[in-house]
């Protein structure tokens, strides 16, 4: 069983078929769809926007026939800060198709799924195309440093090489003693690789090695260095060309924080209102899934406002300016941050801080985690782009792990159990949940094949699967995520297990796949239509998926398979003459069309000609 893609009429967000990526209200886009000829004969083509909430049509023209596509544009005035439309087909025999973000419908179709042009501010331009390596700063390098460093009393010494407990009451407090300078010493691996982007996770001062549980947030933890070490690391990261972000549990602090222990027990606390408090006496309080270290922060709180998020001087803005000069934020929780019972001050939190990042440096980047359905939040009008894992990495998962895999029987992914999918399912779960996205925040989310919070992708799939699930994380819209041990083969079992010391030691054995990774990502880095270009799906079965990444200059097309296969797609879908960039798939036209033949689990791009068209009427 397979589904023919390239058969139906398509449009997405990129530069190919929508005039203005960064429109502003009352601005009128114009707006392109793409029909194959094979569809049928077409009598009109509508746009139908919902502005306020009231249905308004605009009629298309023809504006090209190219390659057996016929090219349709419309003008959509841009009404609300999200604005939808959709694509209304009437064709000669009578038949009326819809065509919105999750593909082609012949009854008509809900709002949410409608595509949608934002009128918020743009993401700064670096964004869209940054590779993300993430790095746990406990366990990626040691400095000589460290060694003189009095450890607090929470941490439990362990040596380098000694292996992580990844369940049990000493996970949180195994302590390796990675620091902020040992990053810097290893800057020469992450150029090889060719990220562009370091994510550290937590660097404040905590009573736990992951350091969610902030004591503060006014210093950089001194088992990391201190303040100086992260200036140090900023500095030289700029200096090669890297971006550093860093990362902010909005919804909650630890139990140590300042702010937390002045609060306790003192009703006459400034930082009384800081809190979710569950008695008069504040002694009980809300935590974090009711964890009792990680106290939820109330942010009907002006006070917590203006010293977290509010303004230059608060924690968001601090470390963004000199001399720390981070690059942007990723938010912890951001899913459940001033979210309780009937309070839901997530628009207000979230709009603060983008708002307090543009007034301090609008090239910053804001990354927000966002467990399952991440759409509601994601429109944007703050955050740029999701850490999420049900539109890439759960359906990637389903696809490519090993069936009887422990990951998938009962220990779950990131609580989640994921089951087995075919390459329809796989398709069918990434489309349904990134279809709700704004095309701009997509190409923003992240695409982690796994993270510091799931078990590593190593450990539940075969060898022979990692490249196809490593270069469909590079290939794909949105952000490619590397994290730190990935690219040497690290396993893990869960969450905790993965974050395991990286062996320097060996780095010369993991020469292979720190090559398969630099390929990859030079890949991406080199082809511009993996960046900000189309995203077209043309075919999908149980062992395989191709799709094309369009734009004007050239197209990339994708194949990914699990199994041995034979792909033939129409002669019209892509055009002709392929340049092979990575991977060994045989790749062959006949007047039937292109053939793809794989002889295992594979991955293989080829770079073809991009798409030539008139330019947008008024430009």
């Known amino acids: 069983m397979h589904r023919n893609l390239a058969l139906e009429p398509h449009h997405d967000g990129s530069p190919l078929y929508v005039s203005t990526q960064a429109p502003l209200l009352g601005d009128v886009v114009r707006v392109r769809l793409r029909i194959p000829a094979v569809f049928g004969a077409v009598k009109s083509v509508h746009t139908r926007s919902n502005p306020d909430r009231e249905p308004r049509y605009s009629e298309a023209s023809v504006v090209a026939t190219v390659d057996d596509w016929t090219w349709w544009e419309a003008g959509v005035e841009v009404e609300n800060p999200v604005h939808g439309y959709r694509f209304l087909v009437t064709l000669e025999d009578g038949g009326d198709a819809w065509v919105n973000a999750t593909g082609v419908h012949w009854t008509e179709t809900l709002d949410v799924e409608d595509f949608k042009l934002i009128a918020y501010p743009e993401p700064p331009s670096w964004g869209r195309s ?43 407090f195994q302590f390796y003693g990675g620091d902020l300078d040992g990053i810097v010493e290893h800057l020469d691996h992450l150029e090889r690789l060719g990220v562009t982007t370091i994510y550290l996770t937590p660097v404040f001062p905590a009573r736990s090695n992951h350091r969610y549980d902030a004591s503060t947030f006014d210093e950089v933890d001194p088992l990391l260095g201190g303040d100086e070490a992260l200036v140090r690391l900023t500095a030289a990261a700029h200096e090669r060309g890297f971006k550093v972000i860093g990362d902010l549990t909005s919804n909650h602090s630890g139990d140590a924080h300042e702010w937390f222990r002045r609060a306790y027990g003192d009703t006459s606390a400034p930082e009384s209102a800081f809190y979710l408090w569950l008695d008069d006496e504040q002694t009980k309080y809300v935590g974090w899934l009711g964890v009792p270290s990680l106290p939820k922060f109330n942010w009907n709180s002006t006070e917590l406002r203006h010293r977290f998020i509010e303004g230059p001087d608060s924690v968001v803005g601090t470390w963004l300016q000199e001399p720390y000069d981070l690059d942007g934020w990723r938010i912890d929780v951001a899913n459940m941050t001033g979210r309780y019972l009937d309070q839901d001050l997530n628009h207000l939190v979230r709009q603060t801080i983008r708002r307090t990042m543009v007034d301090v440096d609008p090239d910053t980047l804001l990354l927000a985690e966002s467990t399952n359905d991440a759409t509601l939040d994601f429109q944007g009008d703050a955050w740029h782009g999701a850490m999420t894992y049900a539109n890439f990495t759960r359906p990637l998962w389903g696809w490519l792990a090993e069936p009887l895999s422990p990951a998938l029987g009962g220990i779950g992914f990131a609580h989640e159990r994921v089951p087995s999918y075919t390459g329809d399912q796989f398709y069918t779960a990434h489309k349904q949940f990134a279809a709700s996205f704004p095309w701009r925040v997509r190409l923003h989310n992240m695409n982690a094949l796994n993270t510091h919070d799931t078990p590593r992708f190593r450990s539940v799939a075969s060898a022979d699967r990692v490249p196809v699930a490593l270069g469909l994380s590079m290939a794909m819209p949105g952000i490619p995520v590397v994290f730190a041990g990935d690219e040497f083969g690290l396993e893990g079992f869960n969450g905790e297990a993965s974050r395991t010391p990286i062996p320097w030691h060996d780095a010369e054995k993991a020469e292979p796949i720190i090559g398969l990774y630099a390929d990859m990502i030079r890949m991406r880095r080199e082809h511009g239509s993996l960046n900000d270009g189309g995203l077209r799906w043309l075919w999908i079965e149980d062992d395989a998926v191709v799709f094309v990444r369009e734009t004007a200059d050239e197209s990339v097309l994708v194949f990914a398979s699990r199994a041995a296969t034979t792909v033939v797609l129409p002669a019209h879908a892509v055009p002709t003459g392929g340049t092979p960039i990575v991977g060994d798939v045989e790749f062959f036209e006949t007047g039937s069309g292109v053939h793809l033949i794989s002889g295992g689990a594979a991955f293989a791009a080829w770079k073809l000609r991009g798409v030539t068209l008139p330019a947008f009427a008024g430009e």
Do not use: C, H, N
């Open 130 to 172: 940054t590779v993300l390596y993430q790095i746990f700063p406990d366990r990626f390098a040691r400095s000589a440093a460290a060694d003189d460093r009095e450890l607090p009393e929470w941490a439990i010494p362990a040596k380098w090489d000694e292996p992580v407990v990844g369940r049990g009451p000493e996970t949180p």
